[in-house]
């Protein structure tokens, strides 16, 4: 267990907080709606070092935070509607899911392998604050683990993630208190959940109704994440020993893997490179190939990253 610093909302506590996300640790920090938990959305190690964080099961896609418009257009694709309500909206409560710019460099763990982002600006001062200090976008989930209560204080952070965390910057109470609201336009305008800013007033700045029936990407609702990023190989699990002509991928000590999720055996790092080993054991095996993957311990993230690997070989239609 690492000791969770506690940090002032000062120019030297940003400072301080800035230095340990470049170094890939995780800070939470507070956001008008909740505190987050955040790390270096273009590092996989500190994306997969959140889920480990968090203890979440899967890995459903997450939040990049940057100080403001322009820093958003690098990361995704703006069009005149996403222009607009981050006109009206932007700094604040709202979170856009737009196209993303595969030149951005964000980790494929942020997205789920997606070829969506979702992005926002945040209005608290502390965010941006930290935001300009750190200089990159920041992948960031609400602070707390995985499911549990959102924080709305550095003692509510430092209450579920003490020890798990490098440091919580201390920025008071957060004023909206439930999560910001998530608008998909990468087709016609949808709600994706409800949160700090009201469907009334998109409604108005879009000048068109949102469609019914968006959902919050949930990766155990039937036929959301199973499909995103399915290889085109044939894929096994729990392979101990590959059959003839399959792209054998290892964990820990495997003789004869062709690539590892781990020789380690770590399964942080095991995480961090997943969706990257999926997409080379997918070009390695080429058209009506075959993929063997080693087995992966069900503990930790080892089940967000069993829960991948599972979509990824169950038959698709
Ligand atoms: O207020 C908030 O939004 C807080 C603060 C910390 O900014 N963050 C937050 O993050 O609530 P998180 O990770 O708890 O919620 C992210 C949500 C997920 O439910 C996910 O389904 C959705 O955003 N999401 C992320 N990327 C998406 C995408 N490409 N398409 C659809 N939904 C996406
Ligand atoms: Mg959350």
């Not at 506590?13 to 270096?40: C, K, M, Q």
């Not at 932007?90 to 980790?107: K, Q």
């Not at 941006?128 to 200089?135: D, E, V």
């Not at 995103?228 to 003839?244: E, F, I, K, N, T």
Request: aromatic share 4%.
């Amino acid at each position: 267990m690492m000791e969770t610093e506690t940090l002032p909302a000062t120019d030297e506590g940003l400072a301080r907080a800035a230095g340990l996300l470049r170094a890939g640790a995780l800070v939470a920090f507070p956001t008008e709606t909740v505190y987050g938990l955040g790390g270096d959305a273009r590092d996989d190690h500190a994306v997969a070092a959140i889920f480990a964080a968090k203890g979440r099961p899967s890995f459903n896609p997450l939040i990049v935070h940057v100080p403001d418009l322009a820093a958003a257009r690098r990361v995704a694709v703006f069009d005149a509607r996403a222009e607009a309500v981050a006109a009206a909206f932007w700094p604040g409560p709202l979170t856009l899911v737009l196209p993303l710019r595969a030149e951005a460099g964000i980790s494929p763990l942020v997205t789920a392998g997606l070829a969506t982002v979702a992005v926002r600006v945040p209005a608290h001062p502390v965010a941006q604050g930290l935001l300009r200090a750190f200089g990159g976008p920041l992948a960031a989930p609400s602070a707390n683990p995985s499911g549990k209560v959102s924080p709305t204080r550095a003692d509510h952070v430092l209450a579920g993630l003490s020890g798990r965390v490098a440091a919580v910057v201390d920025g008071g109470a957060c004023a909206v208190g439930v999560e910001s609201t998530i608008l998909g336009l990468d087709g016609p305008p949808a709600l994706l959940r409800p949160g700090g800013v009201t469907v009334e007033a998109l409604e108005a700045v879009l000048g068109a109704p949102l469609v019914a029936g968006g959902s919050e990407v949930r990766p155990n609702a039937p036929g959301q994440l199973a499909s995103h990023y399915a290889p085109g190989a044939a894929v096994r699990l729990g392979v101990a020993a590959p059959a003839a002509g399959e792209v054998f991928v290892g964990f820990g000590a495997c003789p004869g893997a062709e690539l590892s999720l781990s020789e380690a055996g770590d399964l942080v790092e095991a995480a961090a490179r997943l969706f990257h080993i999926l997409r080379a054991a997918d070009d390695l095996a080429g058209p009506g190939g075959r993929i063997g993957f080693a087995p992966v311990p069900e503990v930790g993230l080892g089940r967000a990253i069993n829960d991948r690997l599972r979509r990824a070989a169950a038959p698709r239609g």
